[in-house]
């Protein structure tokens, strides 16, 4: 389930490049997460009564609207109208980096030193991406180098949503969940979503923007989030590194063979970088004691 999410995941940085041709990213997601808190409206109302009762795990929740579906899709759109939908696939991969870290430093996952090897070696090939090549800083010249950064920081925050999502997965339907969040997404995106259509006025969708937001809509958001709930029920946070490898490596062929897109050369080298810090931090992980649910799972 993981791993599909990863392949349809893969798909949505090309569809929202059509998009983001004529409309502003918050609008962009503002359709996005209609379309997906629509499918999954039967889900909402139906789990109504499993909805968490206990402050701590609504607060989970808020916090997982915030970091996940509000801060990361923010950032990642803003970035990827900025920059190719090459370099952003590419730096997905870093996500991972970002997961161990933050396992290591709230779930206290064990890092050893051949992890903090490949951490260094992902952290160097992020930074030959996003700046172009290895060379001192030049600051943020170009808008390419711009989206770049925000794509990065958009990392963290779903790293965070990751480890927020653990904590809570175990414990409710994982299709409940996603509706919450994603639901809950829309008070922050439809003022976000009207104000800039406010300002720019309402853009026209080509039939290839129109694919694309439905896509993102229906299978990106309800489907994928679905089913990433739903590993995070049997797989440990810092065990999802290596399916991110899907995501780079999908993204950037689909990328190449819709957009016609041509990396260059320091995108390659800082690429093959982060995916093989990513493979070094994964291959020496020493598994800690599998997550079990606290009690018997919902039906």
């Not at 490596?249 to 810090?277: F, K």
């Amino acid at each position: 389930m993981l791993a599909l999410a990863n392949v349809l995941w893969a798909g949505s940085y090309v569809a929202g490049k059509a998009v983001l041709a004529t409309w502003p990213f918050a609008s962009l997601n503002m359709l996005r997460f209609t379309i997906g808190a629509a499918a999954l409206a039967p889900v909402l109302w139906r789990g109504r009564r499993q909805l968490p009762r206990a402050a701590p795990d609504r607060w989970r929740l808020a916090a997982m609207c915030v970091l996940g579906f509000g801060a990361t899709k923010a950032l990642e759109y803003l970035g990827l109208g900025l920059t190719s939908a090459t370099d952003t696939a590419l730096l997905i991969a870093a996500e991972g980096l970002a997961t161990v870290g933050l396992s290591w430093l709230f779930l206290h996952e064990r890092i050893g030193r051949m992890q903090s090897l490949g951490l260094a070696a992902g952290l160097v090939g992020v930074y030959i991406v996003v700046e172009r090549g290895l060379r001192l800083p030049i600051g943020l010249a170009g808008p390419g180098t711009l989206g770049n950064v925000l794509v990065v920081l958009a990392l963290v925050f779903e790293a965070g949503f990751t480890i927020v999502g653990a904590t809570i997965a175990t414990r409710y339907p994982p299709l409940l969940i996603t509706a919450v969040v994603v639901t809950g997404s829309l008070l922050v995106w439809w003022p976000a979503g009207l104000a800039a259509l406010a300002l720019r006025g309402w853009p026209g969708l080509t039939p290839a923007g129109i694919l694309g937001v439905t896509y993102m809509g229906l299978v990106s958001t309800a489907i994928c989030y679905w089913a990433w709930f739903y590993g995070l029920r049997r797989v440990r946070p810092g065990s999802l590194a290596p399916l991110l490898f899907i995501q780079p490596v999908v993204g950037t062929l689909l990328a190449v063979w819709i957009r016609g897109e041509r990396p260059g050369a320091a995108t390659v080298v800082g690429g093959a970088l982060v995916l093989c810090g990513v493979a070094t931090v994964v291959r020496e992980r020493r598994p800690g004691p599998r997550v079990v649910p606290a009690g018997p799972p919902p039906a």
